[in-house]
């Protein structure tokens, strides 16, 4: 292998992949310069991409991805809490307005945030098949389990 950790990973992989954030893996793994494909060649462990993903920046592909999509890209934690700031100035202004006017005035529109994603794509219990993958090759029988 690569010199990552010498095993694991594989089952915890193809599920990321299999919940639609493999070509989130696949383009961090490239800012890299890594390629997704070389962990079906045998050159990168399985667990050194878990280790990429999982240590990677808040900005990374796949963290937008687990947060929702392509739009989370350009919205790290920085710039969540930038956005609860400003909304929070705002509407602290606008309760001081509220207070010395005589009439009503209208409150401020919170800054617009992309919307997290409410539940995973996959759906629970869910198992893997990789069996149709176009490298996937059958299993040697010294591996399989005897039922």
Do not use: C, F
């Not at 299999?18 to 399985?46: F, K």
């Not at 991805?65 to 700031?85: D, F, I, K, T, V």
């Not at 990789?130 to 389990?145: D, F, G, I, N, V």
Request: without cysteine.
């Amino acid at each position: 292998m690569d010199g990552g950790h010498a095993g694991g990973g594989s089952l915890q992989l193809g599920q990321l992949i299999d919940d639609g954030h493999g070509a989130a893996i696949r383009y961090d793994l490239q800012r890299l310069g890594l390629d997704l494909a070389d962990v079906w060649r045998g050159t990168l462990a399985p667990r050194r991409v878990l280790d990429l993903v999982e240590h990677g920046p808040d900005d990374s592909a796949v963290v937008a991805s687990h947060r929702g999509g392509l739009a989370h890209r350009a919205w790290p934690l920085e710039r969540h809490l930038q956005a609860a700031l400003v909304d929070a100035v705002n509407t602290t202004a606008w309760l001081i307005a509220q207070v010395n006017s005589k009439g009503a005035v209208a409150r401020p529109e919170a800054i617009p945030r992309p919307q997290t994603a409410v539940a995973s794509r996959a759906s629970p219990g869910r198992k893997l098949d990789l069996s149709r993958h176009p490298l996937a090759q059958p299993l040697p029988e010294k591996y399989r389990t005897r039922r």
